[in-house]
């Protein structure tokens, strides 16, 4: 996973979105990281293919695109929930900083269409996921979604 993310991962994360090889497309992240600071993004994008097509919609404007061609009132339902199930993942008893936002950890608009994409990939309801994938012809069905809800820590 370290080759994946570029770096030695921070917490604790598990696999949710193969490809059908069994190559990891997503992972679900722990929401607070082993030194204690909270992660706002549960889901995140490490399938470089993926990841590297994404990164040229945003270069190309993607964020603004996605931004003006979804319902805000949607948008807005999306990230309460994202930040629902990833709240519903800490410790309610755990000292000291929560983390907070929605998608990417944003609380409102478009931030990140990678943190988008991977929520949306794992089963997330997100419209920009959605918007995502079909801007990149990124068919859902074709990879093996894990179930999601268990990298928690408290």
């Known amino acids: 996973m370290a080759r994946l993310l570029g770096r030695e991962p921070e917490a604790g994360f598990r696999v949710v979105v193969r490809r059908p090889d069994g190559a990891p497309v997503v992972i679900e992240n722990a929401p607070v990281l082993d030194d204690g600071r909270p992660m706002p993004t549960r889901f995140w994008l490490v399938d470089p293919q993926l990841r590297d097509a994404v990164s040229r919609l945003e ?18 339902r999306a990230h309460a929930r ?10 309610p008893s755990r000292p000291g900083p929560r983390p907070s936002g929605g998608v990417g ?13 991977a929520w949306y990939l794992a089963g997330g309801d997100d419209p920009v996921g959605r918007w995502t994938a079909d801007r990149l012809g990124v068919e859902p069905a074709s990879l093996v979604v894990e179930a999601t809800g268990r990298a928690n820590q408290g």
């Open 82 to 91: 994202y930040a629902a199930e990833r709240d519903a993942a800490v410790d």
């Open 59 to 76: 270069a190309a404007g993607g964020v603004k695109e996605a931004g003006v061609a979804v319902d805000p009132g949607e948008l807005a």
């Open 105 to 117: 950890g944003t609380r409102t608009g478009v931030k990140c269409l990678h943190a988008h994409l």
